[in-house]
């Protein structure tokens, strides 16, 4: 069995290092993958984003299934290109990842499906939106419509701010077409959580819910990045959250979306904030997220290739997952200046004695480099332990993190301290 997977980040590395223990032992591919993925899986030099090499690389080598990664291929279409050459993708198609890869689509569905969101409003005149500032209280969410890295959202304290944002996006095209639309919406109070539902189309299985921290520094301070640690399961999301989250939330979007003749088939990753005025959505992506997956996916006890085939191929169903009974953290290890510039070709040691801790190092943004292993990204390294509750998997992390180092490496000493006031 051949299965290539499309990306190259941690959430890939954890992604290839789960199926490589499938029974079914397939033979897995990465397009273009790093040097943790290297290691059990064959590299290919294709960039995740070219979609025509990606199907090329396909056609000739019929991979039994294609797991897509990122957001950015599944919004330029891989999926239907690779499906309309027979194959089978999880991921989901073009018009599905929509509810990504435009806020406002994914606003207005769950307005259609009556799913629980921030009140908000659509534009694309500044003059408009600037008057529509006034329907909001302070402070106020100003989004850029399109994919923008995470970057594209402003939780604007003043009316100033607001009003800066709104010019930014859509006079001055901050985010390019990707800002050509904006939402405004009501800033919601509380805390957030992850939660990934494999979807087939009709059915669906929610995963744990994993807590991110979106924060450079310790305590949620400094500036927002791809995200410095993650834990399962996250108590904030109680056995009532999720069962709310399974039927008021995913189970009525894919049925909203059926009936506009989309089927929905991969992960649908549903960003929750969840306080005083209960479950709200802020936000859908359309892959799984990262670092959430370094927890979220070890977790499963069950073989991978058969719960991802099934999502393919409108099979799914519960008993196909199992979980791990123990908690798992995972610690982000960043290069120094990340989220701003950073170096790289920074040589990592003691990967080796932080896997003979019990942990499992997933490498983000790494390459190899004369026989070592040196630094390729903002976020290098990210470094996962379980445990038999969460302190104990927080505990084992750090114990691996201990063991590496290069020149500068920055990361949180508080992941997860957020969850033990609940325990
Ligand atoms: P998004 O890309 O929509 O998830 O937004 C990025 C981050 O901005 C979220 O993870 C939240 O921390 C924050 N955020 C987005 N929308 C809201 C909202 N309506 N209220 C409060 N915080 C928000
Ligand atoms: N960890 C958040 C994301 O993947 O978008």
């Known amino acids: 069995m051949k299965i290539l997977v499309i990306g190259n980040g941690g959430r890939e590395h954890a992604i290839v290092w789960k199926l490589a223990q499938d029974s079914r032992q397939p033979q897995i591919f990465c397009a273009p993958g790093n040097a943790g993925t290297a290691a059990i899986a064959t590299n290919l030099s294709i960039g995740a984003e070219d979609v025509p090499a ?35 993708v999880f ?34 005149d500044s003059e408009k939106a600037i008057g ?7 402070p106020v969410v100003i989004k850029a419509d399109g994919l923008a890295a995470g970057k594209g959202v402003v939780i604007a304290q003043t009316r100033a701010e607001a009003e800066q944002a709104i010019h930014e996006m859509l006079d001055e095209g901050r985010f390019g077409s990707a800002g050509a639309e904006v939402v405004i919406e009501e800033f ?3 805390e957030e959580a992850s939660v990934f539902a494999l979807c087939d189309g009709e059915h669906v299985v929610l995963l744990p819910a994993a807590q991110d921290h979106k924060r450079v520094f310790d305590h949620d301070e400094g500036p927002n990045t ?53 479950v709200n959505v802020l936000e859908f992506n359309c892959r799984f997220g990262d670092p959430e997956t370094e927890v979220v996916v070890p977790s499963i006890a069950s073989d991978f290739v058969p719960i991802l085939m099934a999502c393919a191929e409108g099979n799914l169903t519960d008993d196909l997952v199992s979980l791990r009974a ?37 490498h983000a943004g790494t390459a190899q480099k004369d026989g070592k ?20 998997a927080v505990g084992l992390a750090y114990e691996g993190v201990s063991k590496i180092h290069f020149e500068g490496a920055h990361y949180r000493k508080d992941i997860a301290a957020k969850a033990f006031k609940y325990l």
């Open 132 to 138: 529509g500032l006034d329907d909001f209280a302070l």
């Open 226 to 278: 791809g995200g410095m640690g993650a834990y399962t399961p996250a108590p904030i999301a109680t056995h009532d959250v999720m069962v709310f989250t399974k039927e008021k939330i995913v189970l009525p979007v894919l049925q909203e979306l059926r009936r506009r003749g989309i089927p929905y088939k991969g992960v649908l990753f549903c960003g929750l904030m969840i306080g005083k005025r209960g």
């Open 373 to 392: 292993i040196v630094t390729a990204g903002g976020r290098v390294l990210t470094v996962t332990a379980f445990g038999k509750d969460l302190r104990d």
């Open 91 to 124: 991921g989901p198609s073009q018009a599905a990842a929509r509810l990504e890869g435009s806020k406002s689509f994914s606003k207005e569905v769950m307005e259609a499906a009556g799913v629980p969101t921030a009140r908000f409003r659509v534009y694309t």
């Open 54 to 88: 990606i199907v090329a690389w396909a056609k000739a080598e019929h991979p039994d299934l294609v797991v897509v990664g990122p957001e950015a291929p599944l919004c330029a279409g891989v999926t239907d290109a690779l499906e309309a050459e027979g194959l089978k």
């Open 188 to 190: 919601l109070d509380g």
């Open 326 to 362: 123990e908690a798992a953290t995972t610690i982000v290890m960043a290069a120094p200046g990340y989220p701003g510039s950073y170096p790289k070709g920074l040589e990592i040691t003691g990967l080796e004695e932080a896997e003979a801790t019990g942990c499992h190092v997933f």
